[in-house]
């Protein structure tokens, strides 16, 4: 939900000025996103009116209650039928928001991106400072040998899966409710907040803990959020956008280009002869 000073005439544009000179004077920004990033890939969140923790699972046991390890060791047989139906989108694409994340990472200006999400988006856009706090559906392993598998072999087994080398239980390297994040993913989320000089927020509520308690560790207050609902830091913060994540993310790192050459320089190609240029015109030297 926008707030009242989004409503007004030029305030979006301003907010987006405001944010490219923020990103534009900061060398070392760290990116911390939730379920809104994956939302705009056709990927449902956990928490919204039309979030998962809302929907029919399908069973007689609610959403909330399915993805705990408790549940996953009771009745793994059920946890997996709601975990195929409802966790893993093999088809869902990167949108803006991972693209230009990649973007601003190539360029040398982003430390980390922390991600709670679990789908490997991030990655297949092609961001390699990725922290995954909650683990990730494209890593799975026997609990019994630790042989590693796919998501295609969870996907494509029936009932409970198992490892074809041992016949131990094969299962998602995801952090369900009651187990513990990976203590080193937190310690190197940490490390680099403390080093930031630029935190951006986005596509979370920030009510999922420890995540949520992330930018106490910026030893400044150079914190952006961008989510459509509001959040406890938004007054803190030194920038709030109450806009999609990906709109806003594309519209403030744009391509990166190339000025084309001057009119003067010969063309390679044509032996000599100058080549007509459009002096309007850049280039674009990537198609992220």
């Keep these: 939900m926008e707030t009242r000073l989004d409503r007004y005439d030029g305030a979006r544009e301003k907010k987006f000025a405001q944010l490219k ?19 705009e890939s056709g990927i449902p969140d956990f928490r919204s ?15 909330v209650d399915i993805i705990s390890h408790s549940f996953f060791t009771k009745h793994p047989e059920e946890f997996f039928d709601f975990y195929r139906r409802k966790l893993c989108y093999p088809d869902a694409k990167p ?14 200006k982003l430390l980390a991106v922390i991600t709670q999400n679990v789908d490997n988006l991030h990655q297949l856009a092609g961001s390699i400072k990725t922290i995954e706090l909650h683990g990730s559906v494209c890593r799975n392993y026997c609990m019994s040998c630790g042989a590693k598998y796919t998501l295609d072999f969870i996907l494509h087994s029936e009932g409970v899966p198992k490892c074809t080398e041992c016949g131990g239980m094969v299962r998602p390297d995801i952090v369900l409710y009651e187990e513990h994040l990976d203590h080193s993913n937190i310690d190197r989320a940490v ?5 930031a000089d630029l935190m951006i927020i986005g596509g979370t509520s920030l009510t999922v803990y ?15 959020i961008i989510n459509k609902s509001s959040t406890y830091l938004d007054l803190q913060a030194m920038l709030t956008v109450h806009d999609s994540i990906g709109d806003v993310l594309d519209a403030t790192i744009p391509k990166r280009v190339r000025k084309n050459p001057p009119a003067d320089v010969p063309d390679k190609k044509s032996k000599g002869e100058k080549k007509a240029v459009d002096p309007g015109k850049d280039i674009a030297e990537d198609g992220i």
């Design 210 to 224: 420890p995540a949520a308690t992330f930018a106490q560790f910026l030893p400044h207050d150079r914190v952006v």
């Design 95 to 108: 949108n803006k928001a991972h693209k230009a994340l990649v973007r601003l990472e190539r360029r040398g």
């Design 191 to 195: 490390a680099a907040i403390e080093k």
């Design 21 to 39: 000179q923020l990103i534009a004077e900061s060398e070392r920004i760290v990116f911390l996103g939730g379920a809104g990033v994956s939302t």
């Design 49 to 63: 009116g039309h979030g998962i923790f809302n929907q029919d699972s399908g069973l007689e046991y609610r959403p």
